[in-house]
């Protein structure tokens, strides 16, 4: 049940993400709701008023957290993987 969650959080995130101008994928496994949470938070590389260096600068900055935060996510279940067959 809360890998679903943790998905549907995702998709949310991912297309929050791509309306600000951001790599839809990176988002899809960046730890659900923290993830979600933390899209929402992070300035648009679209908004009005910023320049092409800005708009380029909050993009390269957002796709790096969502990386972190997927790989973050990648490695928890490659440990709880682990661990359920360990016993």
Not at 53 to 79: D, T
């Amino acid at each position: 049940m809360g890998t679903i969650i943790g998905l549907v959080f995702g998709l949310f995130a991912s297309m929050i993400a791509a309306g600000k101008g951001f790599k839809a994928l990176r988002w899809i496994l960046a730890l659900g709701v923290i993830g979600f949470i933390t899209v929402i938070c992070l300035s648009s590389a679209q908004a009005d008023g910023i320049g092409a260096e800005e708009a380029q600068r909050r993009a390269a900055r957002a796709n790096s957290i969502g990386a972190w935060l997927a790989w973050i996510n990648v490695a928890i279940g490659v440990v709880v993987a682990l661990l359920i067959l360990a016993n």
